[in-house]
C-alpha cells in the first residue's frame, strides 16, 4: 500500500491494479518470456516432426530425433539472444543448456512413468503433469548456470 503522511495522520491507499499487475509481471516477466518461447520451441517441434515423419514419410525416431535438436537449437538461440541477453561462451552454454534439456527429459520421464505404472493416470495427464514440473527445474537450472551473466558469476 502507498501511504501518504498529512502532519501526523497517515492514510493507508491501496495500490491501483493496474501497478500491482505492472510490478507482478516485472518480478516474473524473464520466466513468462521463458514459457513463452518454450511454446514457440514446442510448435517448431512439433511442426518439423509432423512435416518429417508424415509429409516426407522418414521414420519417427529419426524424425523426432530432428525435430527435437532444432527446436532445442531455437529454444537455446532465442533464450540467449532475446530474453536472457547473455550471448557470450555460446559453445559452453549450449552445451550446459543440452544437458539442462537431458535432464528436464529425465524427469519427465519418471513423471509420466509413475503416473503411468503407480497411479494408472492416462498417459497424456501424465504428460501434462510432467510439463510444469519440467518448466520450473529448467527455468532454474538454466537462470542460475546456463544463462547466469559474468558479472553474476563473479559477484560471488
Known sequence: MNTATISTVTIDRP?????????????????????????????????????????????????????????????????????????????????????????????SSIVIAVGIDVFMIDPLIAKAISLPIVLVLQFTLNTRITFKSAQERTER
Do not use: C, E, M
Open 15 to 107: 495500490v491501483p491494479r493496474r501497478r500491482r499487475r505492472d510490478a507482478l509481471l516485472g518480478r516474473h516477466a524473464q520466466f513468462l518470456l521463458y514459457a513463452f518461447i518454450g511454446v514457440g520451441a514446442l510448435a517448431v517441434d512439433v511442426s518439423i516432426y509432423a512435416a518429417l515423419a508424415l509429409g516426407v514419410g522418414w521414420h519417427p525416431l529419426l524424425a523426432h530425433t530432428v525435430s527435437t535438436a532444432i527446436a532445442a537449437i531455437a529454444s537455446f538461440l532465442a533464450n540467449s539472444y532475446i530474453n536472457f541477453k547473455v550471448t557470450d561462451r555460446l559453445l559452453l552454454r549450449f552445451v550446459s543448456f543440452g544437458i539442462v534439456v537431458a535432464i528436464g527429459y529425465i524427469v
